[in-house]
């Protein structure tokens, strides 16, 4: 019998969102769902809560070594895939008795394209091409209590605005959205659901004391949070996870890229990209770009007004 686990390293939100298809694409090989051990930050629970694919969620803690050994011996799996180089995984999964683990070469070069690492690896396992992108699956009771409650209309551009992100060199200047958002305003009839954390309410306040039409998502779970952002059709804003998850949910995104690796754009069709001035996808060196003052605020707007007409 096929019973089988993924362990995801990867903290992020995006990272889990980016890895959605290839955990699809191993549970439709073994015919059947499969678990999950991952990070309480990626809020996997809660993404996949609906999802056929996956039947366990496990929490993945970094000083629970012995923990996780049992918990994972005890479901028994005969099977294991790590998306990750990690020694100390791999030695809970043999010592929790998993007779065939699949994991990314030891000693691993750092800084490789982490969406195009995993497909590869996936393929290697399965011998075929996959498709990697995948879909986020909502309950439509869910979706439709939200409407309701948030007054989410067919003839509205309905938009979750990733205005925070996980450091401050990633974030676009407020002010900026701020103005680009009154724009938007005074052309379509619009509600504007800004995605961030309680670490992040100053500058979501700022937002919806200039900004007609917000609604902050700021102290709800990500559970409240994933109907909300299926209802949405349209996404404008940083490089988050909130952005990769409406992505997988098949919403059109607008990414402003910063200071990211520019491979977290190109694994959607769903995303298109906003880059510094000058800068190419060849160019883009991501990580410590520091570029957030050299947005062409007019390339965004027009983009951004393309993107939802």
Not at 8 to 20: F, M, N, R
Not at 52 to 75: A, M, Q
Not at 103 to 113: I, T
Not at 149 to 175: F, L, Q, R
């Amino acid at each position: 019998m096929n019973k089988a686990l993924i362990i995801i390293k990867s903290p992020g939100i995006g990272d889990l969102q980016i890895l959605l298809g290839n955990i699809h694409s191993l549970s439709k090989e073994i015919d059947k769902p499969i678990s999950i051990l991952a990070q309480k930050n990626t809020r996997a629970k809660d993404v996949f809560k609906h999802d056929p694919h996956v039947d366990e969620v496990i929490n993945l803690g970094k000083k629970d070594f012995f923990n996780i050994i049992n918990k994972i011996k005890s479901r028994k799996f005969n099977r294991c895939y790590i998306y990750s180089d990690s020694i100390r995984l791999y030695l809970i999964c043999k010592l929790a008795g998993i007779s065939k683990i699949y994991h990314y070469p030891f000693f691993s070069k750092k800084g490789k394209n982490f969406y195009k690492t995993a497909k590869e690896f996936t393929e290697k396992i399965l011998q075929r091409k996959i498709d990697s992108v995948s879909k986020v699956y909502s309950n439509n009771n869910d979706i439709e209590k939200v409407k309701r409650t948030y007054d989410i209309k067919d003839n509205t551009k309905n938009i979750v605005c990733g205005i925070a992100a996980s450091g401050p060199t990633k974030i676009y200047p407020v002010d900026n959205y701020i103005k680009l958002f009154q724009k938007i305003n005074s052309k379509f009839p619009c509600k504007f659901f800004l995605a961030g954390g309680q670490n992040d309410e100053i500058l979501i306040e700022k937002v919806m004391g200039s900004v007609k039409n917000c609604v902050s998502l700021s102290k709800l779970s990500m559970e409240q949070i994933i109907p909300i952002i299926a209802s949405c059709k349209y996404y404008i804003g940083n490089d988050t996870g909130f952005g990769h998850l409406a992505a997988n949910l098949n919403a059109k995104c607008l990414m402003i890229f910063v200071d990211s690796p520019i491979n977290y754009g190109l694994w959607n069709s769903n995303i298109k990209i906003i880059l510094p001035i000058g800068e190419t996808i060849e160019s883009f060196r991501g990580h410590n770009a520091r570029a957030k003052d050299k947005i062409s605020f007019d390339e965004l707007l027009t983009k951004a007004l393309d993107l939802i007409k």
